[in-house]
């Protein structure tokens, strides 16, 4: 069992401004293990933002095209924590935004953004950008 939860980051900040979201992991992460960051704003989907993923062989990130070039995800494996750094922010980011792992099995490369092969997630954090 893998217990998510958003320890920082949200907030409200004007566009171009930046914020920076962490999510601690605990529990027993083993074998490949995925994390990422998904968001919701009212009325839409969930759509993920970012994704890291950590193996033996080493460690991969994958980005919505909406978000790639301004935000960045890491991974710090001794705290077990995964980060996003977002910068310029736009309106348009205002959302809820959730931290999603999942561990010991792999994904398909095409689909590591999508919601449902994640199986643990945190309570969310509110990210409001004003214009």
């Known amino acids: 069992q893998v217990h998510l939860v958003e320890e920082s980051g949200g907030g409200s900040v004007q566009a171009g401004g930046s914020l920076t979201l962490a999510c601690a992991a605990s529990?027993?992460?083993?074998?490949?293990?995925?994390m990422a960051w998904f968001r919701q704003a009212p009325g839409k989907e969930r759509e993920g933002v970012a994704a890291?993923?950590?193996?033996?062989?080493?460690?991969?990130?994958d980005y919505a095209p909406s978000v790639r070039g301004r935000f960045t995800i890491s991974q710090d494996n001794a705290k077990n924590t995964v980060y996003l750094q977002m910068d310029s922010l736009k309106p348009e980011d205002t959302a809820m935004y959730y931290c999603a792992a999942k561990t010991g099995s792999w994904i398909p490369e095409a689909w590591t953004l999508r919601a449902n092969e994640y199986n643990y997630w945190g309570q969310g954090t509110q990210v409001t950008v004003s214009s």
């Open positions: 890291i993923m950590t193996s033996g062989r080493g460690r991969s990130t």
């Open positions: 529990g027993y992460l083993y074998g490949t293990t995925y």
